[in-house]
């Protein structure tokens, strides 16, 4: 989720966020009310990824900056664990058929020029770590198939294969530049990263553990890093972080078929399936939102400002809720929950 090679905070953020307040977005106002914010742990450091248990009315969420994982309950709205041993913390994957919660560990900038990245897994009921294994350079989001991990390796420039129950490291799988996010194509059974410094969509057949195919996206795409492919298993969603872009590719026909205009360094993408609404959240703490529920066109509902570094989002598949984990509100972290309203 975040560049290796390191973004530009300070300034130019603050000047994002002031032009974003400043006036209505391209798309109209942000169509996100705030519920309430709830408490979080760690102090004031960067958040990363979240992932749902939905098994356990669970979110976790990777706390980058604290070098934990935070178990909080959707029911209760109350953190009911801080897991920590995870420095630099990123991508975080929730298998609930396995009872298995997945973290990707970077450590500091030592271990990354070293190669000293890992990966954890814990046990979702007791949330023990029951395995740690290397991982490359800086291991980020991951995705699983046919029992096995796949972690992208950002700044390692290739692909990572884990077997899921025992960490076993199978394969390291050439990407030929620096991998973006990765996601699983349910129907067409392929696990798919952006290689965000070719602005390439790479295919991998879980079974062979190879690149089958790579796809270039559109020359108007900038370092394609988010990435989301729908449950159908029809369309792929592609942020483009250098140009705040949105990609939408079809996956039968292996071409992109939109583009549209996010807030600046869009980052990370979740899907409300059940209304489709897919909803894109930036460095700049831009939320956009889009009405994907046609599968021939999306269109942009709104966006705006949903807070300071509201960068990770994640969507309740139950009820529509989005969770968006704030580092700093006066001091403190919180976990900023919103519901949709219509614009």
């Known amino acids: 989720m975040q560049r290796q090679s390191g973004r530009i905070f300070?300034?130019?953020?603050?000047?994002?966020?002031?032009?974003?307040?400043?006036?209505?977005?391209?798309?109209?106002?942000?169509?996100?009310?705030?519920?309430?914010?709830y408490p979080?742990?760690?102090?004031?450091?960067?958040?990363?990824?979240?992932?749902?248990?939905?098994?356990?009315?669970?979110?976790?969420?990777?706390h980058m900056g604290a070098g934990s994982a935070i178990a909080f309950d959707l029911e209760n709205r109350r953190v009911i664990a801080t897991l920590d041993g995870f420095p630099g913390a990123t991508g975080i994957t929730v298998a609930p058929a396995l009872h298995r919660v997945f973290v990707s560990i970077t450590g500091g900038l030592f271990n990354q020029l070293m190669g000293g990245g890992k990966v954890a897994a814990m046990d979702s009921d007791s949330l023990k770590t029951v395995w740690t294994t290397?991982?490359?350079?800086?291991?980020?989001?991951?995705?699983?198939?046919?029992?096995?991990?796949?972690?992208?390796?950002?700044?390692?420039?290739?692909e990572l294969v884990l077997d899921?129950?025992?960490?076993?490291?199978?394969?390291?799988?050439?990407?030929?530049?620096?991998?973006?996010?990765?996601?699983?194509?349910?129907?067409?059974?392929?696990?798919?990263?952006?290689?965000?410094?070719?602005d390439e969509l790479a295919a991998i057949d879980p079974q062979k553990n190879a690149v089958v195919a790579t796809y270039r996206l559109?020359?108007?795409?900038?370092?394609?890093?988010?990435?989301?492919?729908e449950p159908s298993g029809e369309r792929a969603f592609v942020a483009c972080d250098g140009n705040a872009a949105l990609l939408v590719f079809d996956l039968t026909k292996k071409a992109v078929t939109e583009h549209l205009k996010t807030g600046p360094e869009p980052d990370v993408l979740a899907l409300d399936a059940a209304h489709g609404r897919l909803y894109v959240a930036g460095e700049s703490g831009v939320v956009s939102v889009f009405d994907v529920a046609a599968q021939d066109?999306?269109?942009?509902?709104?966006?705006?400002?949903?807070?300071?570094?509201?960068?990770?989002?994640?969507?309740?598949?139950?009820?529509?809720?989005?969770?968006?984990?704030?580092?700093?509100?006066?001091?403190?972290?919180?976990?900023?929950?919103?519901?949709?309203?219509?614009?």
């Open 10 to 37: 300070g300034l130019l953020g603050l000047v994002l966020v002031l032009a974003a307040l400043a006036g209505p977005a391209a798309g109209g106002r942000l169509p996100l009310a705030k519920v309430a914010d």
């Open 40 to 62: 979080l742990t760690g102090g004031t450091g960067r958040f990363d990824y979240q992932a749902m248990d939905a098994d356990h009315h669970r979110l976790f969420i990777s």
């Open 134 to 158: 290397p991982a490359g350079r800086f291991p980020d989001g991951s995705a699983l198939a046919d029992g096995k991990l796949f972690v992208s390796d950002e700044s390692g420039g290739q």
């Open 164 to 198: 899921a129950d025992s960490g076993k490291l199978i394969a390291g799988i050439p990407l030929g530049g620096e991998a973006g996010m990765t996601a699983f194509d349910p129907r067409g059974r392929l696990i798919y990263v952006n290689v965000q410094t070719r």
């Open 218 to 229: 559109t020359s108007d795409c900038d370092n394609n890093h988010g990435l989301l492919i």
């Open 297 to 343: 066109s999306v269109s942009k509902i709104g966006e705006g400002v949903a807070g300071d570094d509201a960068h990770s989002i994640a969507v309740d598949q139950n009820n529509g809720l989005v969770y968006l984990p704030l580092r700093n509100v006066d001091g403190h972290p919180v976990l900023r929950v919103m519901r949709f309203v219509e614009p």
